[in-house]
């Protein structure tokens, strides 16, 4: 029993993580009915900039605080960018143009990323503790085992789930994305300005990229591979919702335990490494039955 | 346009008690009325009354919550569009909905779908029955490209066109299918007069020369009496007048739902 | 000045629905024939057939295949890898299973095996639209990825997971050297791109088209979405699942599951967008842009005498395609094709534009 609760908690500590970069999927969809499959390439972009900039200030005052300020000033440039070449342009184009065009920011911004900061393996260490720790040491006989970093990540992802709740419900700005979402001429005509609006939730979608970005490298440290961790969020997008914030969080959870079960205990019966698709097959099975996902709206086709 | 002459044919469509709700919210309550053969039918009623969902209700998009449909002697509480498609009822829509990416030509030969069979390997090689389904094809499209005169646009894509043209090329891929029972959603919503009387004389011309039976819906009053044997009044899903031109012009409820009620 | 329609009247709907319905377009297919079939196998080089021509040919197979699906009946598939990597494997087996069969008729079961899983996977579509099916395709990638490297069955018991093939012999007739296998590649495409053509310019093809455009509408007239979406998959996959059975027999020679990763997936996926959503010209011009930019991006920097890492080479590469993908789709949706079509507008003017 002890075993299956920290498989499960590993699981639902990586799952965590799963619905953070779903979290950037998610506002990007809720305020442009975009898909944005660079959000993967965003956490790269956002990590490679902060961790080659911590490098370079190493030596000022406050490296961690410049670098951060630089690299988000980075990733507002990047959403003014994304925002002027790739929307703009392609306003009012069917949503599947979009994902396709978000599909070449992706590998522009793969190749770029690269081309500026490099393509080694860097080690990121912004004072996140390491080591393991146990942990229900009272309920379960020897405890069980979990990463500090493990928990530090779930505090992170889960002040900013709350946060970013809050901000679309509560306040002003957030009321508007949810309008924009809707429809994107209606709150034009209600003086919405969309441009700004998009600069902003990309811009959200960024710093939701760097938070992940910094707390996968820490993990792994920053690499190319980061860049795929945004494939492993699609099904919890599928499962969730695209539309919600809730559903990025459960799915997420669902995906990142439901894959250490079935590795731990289906794998061995075929071959092992199931882990590499048993996500996308769950969410598929999904779809054929709840397409909207579990939070997710039903909606109807006008003619 | 009420020729004593016109022969209405036994009752073609029969909707019964027809409810549909989406959610909360009630489209259509209770709806009964009847179509005879080769009759124009006019579905009238304000902004939101459900006249659009009822025409999708008669093809199959949505399926109604109680009620039923019969047509042609079958009774139906659900069918598919395109099973609705292959027992002869055709539909425009109110949004112009014609395949933008495509040419006029290619537009009325999807509405000759149904009536096509060649095998796929005939098709893969565009040898012998494929070939000659297709020639045979064109030619009934080129009469309905005639008869509508927009012969000079057949190749142009449809996403090309003004609206009035295009209006005319989705009432052509309507026709294609020889439809028994055609469905005309607003066939004149943005149309100045002289388009309306176009599409006015392919509608009678439709009606008188292929025998097919009409329901429509339209704002525009004048259109509607001149066109229609009969007139189907709703508001707020339900249904409150049914009888020819000069009845619902008299009708004290019609009249209160469109001008508002005097006290 | 020599292209023109006018004085072309045609006097039968036959006629008028040939591929070719202008003269002089029957000249400039007869012309790229002519290159393919007779100049190029005289002129080309031993590398340039392997490098260049033979992995254009069966891309362009590839990209066809894809943009059947993608262009014309607007399903879009991150999954051609996974097709490809499913006529390879099955060609393979049905090969090595009954040795007695043709290698051709290998291609084609291959080729079949690919449309049965295509059919499959298709069914999502059904229900699904937009990028939850593309998820749903890339659900297929994984699975296939998964399947040939951990499923030893499927790779023979190959201690290495990497299969090696033997040129293929046909009627006696072996394709061991470049010009041979160029023959063949090109054979497959030429046929392979009339049955294409014959497909969307009938009945299907339109059925595919009216459900890209508006599938609501498509289906009042009358055409099943089931039917549509999925014959659209069955074709597509069977010419994806040839080109991955070509690409492994003939253009690879050896291979392992890494060759179809999900990398190829979005590679064929580039060609049809730049190449030009559906069009059938669209997916040859995707393909050979896309398989000659790295090959020209790295002969560059040596033609003009500046040393860059091949690294840095690749990265510029991602760059490049992602920057021209933005492009053709905010600026010309219908990519290279449509070009090519206006090239041949203004021709038809040309030299009297008014």
């Given amino acids: 029993m002890g075993f299956f609760v920290e498989v499960l908690i590993s699981g639902l500590m990586a799952g965590v993580l799963y619905s953070l970069v779903a979290l950037g999927f998610v506002l ?15 956490v790269l972009f956002a990590a490679l900039t902060f961790v080659r900039l911590l490098d370079i200030l190493k030596d000022t005052f406050a490296p961690i605080t410049l670098a951060l300020i630089i690299t988000i000033a980075m990733m507002i440039m990047l959403a003014i960018a994304i925002e002027r070449l790739v929307l703009r342009p392609l306003v009012n184009q069917p949503g599947i143009s979009l994902f396709m065009a978000t599909l070449g920011v992706a590998y522009f911004l793969d190749g770029f990323g690269q081309t500026l900061w490099g393509s080694d393996i860097y080690t990121l260490d912004i004072g996140i503790p390491k080591g393991s720790i146990f942990i229900f040491e009272s309920i379960f006989e020897g405890g069980v085992l979990v990463a500090k970093e493990d928990l530090v990540a779930t505090v992170i992802a889960g002040v900013l789930v709350v946060t970013l709740a809050i901000f679309f419900q509560k306040t002003r700005i957030g009321r508007a994305l949810r309008a924009v979402a809707d429809d994107h001429q209606a709150a034009q005509s209600i003086g919405i300005p969309l441009n700004y609006i998009w600069v902003i939730v990309w811009t959200v979608a960024g710093l939701v990229a760097l938070v992940a970005g910094v707390i996968w490298g820490s993990k792994l440290g920053v690499q190319f591979s980061l860049s795929l961790i945004a494939l492993k969020a699609l099904p919890v997008l599928i499962l969730g919702g695209f539309e919600s914030v809730l559903g990025a969080v459960i799915g997420g959870l669902i995906i990142g335990s439901g894959e250490k079960l079935a590795e731990i205990y289906l794998g061995p019966y075929v071959g092992g490494g199931i882990e590499y698709w048993f996500a996308y097959m769950l969410a598929l ?17 006008r003619v | 346009m009420n020729d004593t002459d016109r022969k209405l044919g036994p009752t073609i469509l029969k909707v019964e008690s027809i409810s549909l709700a989406f959610g909360g919210v009630k489209a259509l309550t209770n709806i009964s009325f009847e179509v005879k053969q080769h009759e124009i039918l006019a579905i009238i009623g304000p902004n939101g009354a459900g006249k659009s969902s009822m025409l999708n209700v008669i093809n199959g998009v949505y399926h109604p919550n109680a009620g039923s449909i019969t047509y042609k002697g079958n009774v139906r509480q659900q069918m598919k569009p395109y099973e609705a498609a292959s027992q002869g009822i ?46 045979e094809h064109r030619k009934k499209v080129e009469e309905i490209i005639d008869f509508l005169q927009i012969q000079s646009i057949r190749k142009t894509p449809v996403g090309r066109l003004p609206y009035g043209l295009q209006k005319r090329v989705e009432l052509g891929r309507a026709l294609a299918a020889e439809p028994e029972l055609l469905l005309l959603d607003e066939p004149m ?39 229609s044997d009969r007139i189907v009044v709703l508001d707020y899903g339900k249904k409150i007048g049914d009888g020819t031109p000069t009845e619902i012009r008299n009708n004290k409820e019609v009249i209160d739902a469109y001008l508002g009620v005097s006290d | 000045m020599f292209y023109r329609e006018a004085g072309q009247f045609k006097t039968s709907y036959k006629a008028d629905q040939a591929v070719f319905p202008i003269f002089q377009d029957k000249i400039f297919v007869a012309i790229w024939l002519f290159i393919g079939f007779v100049v190029v196998p005289m002129l080309a080089s031993e590398y340039m057939f392997r490098a260049i021509f033979i992995p254009v040919i069966i891309m362009a197979l ?13 399903q879009v598939s991150l999954g051609s890898g996974a097709f490809m990597a499913v006529g390879a494997y099955a060609a393979y087996n049905f090969m090595i299973r009954v040795p007695e069969l043709n290698p051709l008729i290998c291609f084609l079961l291959g080729g079949l095996s690919a449309t049965v899983v295509g059919v499959i996977f298709g069914i999502p579509s059904l229900r699904i639209k937009g990028f939850y099916l593309a998820v749903a395709t890339l659900a297929l990638q994984f699975f296939t990825d998964w399947t040939f490297s951990r499923i030893d069955w499927f790779t023979n018991y190959t201690p290495s997971g990497s299969i090696a093939v033997q040129p293929i012999e046909v009627l006696g007739v072996v394709f061991d050297s470049p010009i041979r296998k160029y023959f063949l590649c090109l054979v497959f495409l030429v046929i392979f791109t009339i049955i294409g053509k014959n497909i969307v310019r009938g009945r299907i093809g339109r059925a595919w088209m009216a459900t890209r455009d508006m599938d609501v509408a498509a289906e009042i007239i009358g055409i099943r979405p089931v039917y549509a979406k999925l014959s659209a998959f069955a074709v597509s996959s069977f010419f994806i699942g040839v080109a991955g059975a ?10 392992e599951p890494l060759a179809f990763d999900i990398n190829l997936s979005f590679s064929i996926l580039f060609m049809v967008i730049i ?53 053709f789709l905010a600026v010309e949706p219908l990519g290279l094709a449509r070009i090519w079509q206006i090239t041949k507008e203004k021709l038809r003017l040309w030299p009297f534009p008014h």
């Fill in chain 3, 246 to 255: 070509l690409w492994a027999f003939v253009h690879l020679g050896s291979w």
């Fill in chain 1, 28 to 42: 990007i969809f809720k305020a442009s009915g975009v898909f944005n499959f660079a959000q993967g390439a965003m």
């Fill in chain 3, 275 to 327: 190449g030009g959503l559906g069009s059938i010209v669209g997916g040859m011009l995707g393909a050979a842009f896309i398989t000659l930019l790295p090959l020209f991006l790295n002969q560059l920097p040596v033609w003009l005498g500046i040393n860059i890492s091949t690294a840095m080479i690749s990265h510029l590469e991602f760059m490049i395609f992602g920057a021209l993908i933005i492009f």
């Fill in chain 2, 189 to 227: 919503a943005g149309m100045n007069i002289e388009e309306k009387e176009d599409m006015s004389r392919f509608i009678l011309d439709v009606n008188d020369e292929f025998g097919t039976t009409i329901v429509l819906i339209e704002h525009d009053m004048g259109v509607v009496m001149d066109l």
């Fill in chain 1, 285 to 301: 099975g999904f779809l054929m039955f709840r397409p909207q996902g579990l939070f997710g709206e039903v909606h109807i086709d």
């Fill in chain 3, 62 to 74: 590839a990209a066809i295949g894809l943009n059947l699906l993608v262009g014309y009946c607007g």
């Fill in chain 2, 90 to 135: 055709a539909r425009t829509f109110q949004n112009i909905a014609l395949f933008k990416g495509m040419s006029v030509l290619d537009n009325i030969m999807t509405g000759r779908t149904l009536k096509m069979n060649a095998g796929f390997l005939a098709q893969c090689l565009h040898i012998g029955p494929a070939r000659n389904e297709e020639i």
